[in-house]
């Protein structure tokens, strides 16, 4: 395990299985969604990385009494050394919070597993782990956005 948040019924694993780095998004045990790399890691110094861009507007929303910018989904690209080994689509998301009963790990996986068949835990990552960085891209709305939700929203109120 590289880095973990979350776990049986709900969150994402960053990890490598068998060689290979895998990243999996684990939406309330409902669903599993995986970005795979096809090859072994060579030994070394590796730079891994998951980027997920998000398809909504965002919590921002919700300012306006409009859930949409919630749970979509997005694209998720895995890259290694600066190559792209997998890219996918998910569909949806997790509208707004993780689980409330599981930890943030790095190197281990203190809690429950986000894929029993993958793995168990503790899950132990035997390299060692220079650095991990997570950046959080939170979306932006626009003033077209916004207009756009302020009219619903009033179109909302005379409608009731």
């Known amino acids: 395990m590289l880095i973990t948040q979350g776990g049986r019924f ?8 068998k060689g290979k780095p895998v990243f999996t998004w684990n939406l309330v045990d409902l669903e599993r969604i995986k970005w795979t790399g096809a090859d072994v890691l060579s030994p070394g110094k590796q730079t891994l990385e998951f980027d997920f861009k998000y398809d909504g507007l965002g919590m921002a929303t919700l300012a306006y009494g409009s859930p949409s910018g919630i749970g979509r989904g997005g694209t998720g690209v895995l890259t290694v050394d600066g190559k792209v ?15 409330w009963d599981e930890n943030l790990d790095v190197g281990s996986d203190t809690g429950s597993t986000v894929d029993d068949q993958d793995y168990q835990v503790p899950f132990a990552f035997d390299g060692k782990i220079n650095k991990i960085t997570l950046a959080i891209d939170r979306p932006q709305l626009t003033p077209a956005d916004i207009a756009t939700l302020e009219a619903a929203q009033r179109n909302n109120k005379t409608s009731e």
């Open 10 to 17: 709900a969150g994402y694993g960053f990890y490598l299985l």
């Open 85 to 99: 080994v997998a890219t996918q689509q998910m569909p949806k998301s997790l509208p707004l919070t993780l689980q």
